[in-house]
């Protein structure tokens, strides 16, 4: 199963704070939880959750029916990536990839041929997202 973006960035908050408390790092360094305040990374993770969880109900679907389920999601992370409640963090670039990337193999581990997916509809795959993004 694909990593979720949200356990990349907490494993990295937490080497980052390993590193400060060894020395190996700058203090300066030690701010690097307010790139992912919990509250960030709790509301993208229950994004992610009920898109899986969408995934798995669907059997053979066509492929309105992923655009769908991938239409919420990204609109489920527009709405987060823009909450002020997250103290005025969102997606940068790195977290974008991350999150498009997962999408893609989450879609490929249901069964989704993303290329094919993608190529009727006349785009790249990096792009299945894109009709709806914000973030």
Known sequence: MAKRPPE??????AEMAREVAAGISEPECAGAAEAYPES???ATDSALETFEAEMRTLA???DDEVFGVVERVVLALNVVA???GHGGVGYCTEEREQLCEYIDLTLGEHGVDVAALAARRGIDRAEITDAWRDW
């Open 8 to 13: 990349n960035w907490r494993a990295w908050m």
């Open 40 to 42: 960030l990374l709790r």
């Open 60 to 62: 053979e679907p066509s």
């Open 82 to 84: 823009c909450d002020d």
